[in-house]
């Protein structure tokens, strides 16, 4: 079973000099929760619920 979140924006950042690819993505689940995320997370906790990253839709 999938379970879809709605991506609004992300930052970029350089400034980490021990991660320089620093990426953030801000969504909104499907309870209306804003959340956000490193791109590099293997899994996303929302509203109680962890959710594994399978694939982004455009």
Do not use: E
């Amino acid at each position: 079973m999938g379970h879809q979140i709605t991506g609004y924006g992300y930052a970029y950042s350089r400034t980490n000099s021990s991660n320089p690819n620093f990426r953030k993505i801000y969504a909104w689940d499907s309870n209306g929760y804003q959340i956000s995320f490193l791109d590099s997370a293997a899994t996303i906790t929302t509203s109680g619920i962890t959710l594994i990253w399978n694939r982004s839709l455009y």
